[in-house]
């Protein structure tokens, strides 16, 4: 093996999977936009909850 003619380990792998990932961007892209879809409905349901149960939890409500 000659010195500087071949990648470290770890620029090589990190190439390796950038190239892996690279192949399925529209897989990586659904996979950003279901998690996100999910993540605000989750949120809504949260805060759903939250304004009609605000003591829920044993969290102390600030309305008097």
């Known amino acids: 093996m000659t010195s500087g003619a071949a990648l470290p380990l770890y620029p090589r792998l990190a190439w390796y999977g950038f190239r892996r990932h690279a192949a399925y961007w529209a897989a990586a892209l659904a996979g950003a936009f279901t ?13 759903a909850l939250w304004q009609a149960r605000p003591g829920l939890g044993g969290t102390p409500s600030r309305t008097p």
Request: glycine share 8%; proline share 0%.
């Open 35 to 47: 998690n996100s879809v999910f993540g605000v409905l989750r949120a809504y349901v949260l805060i």
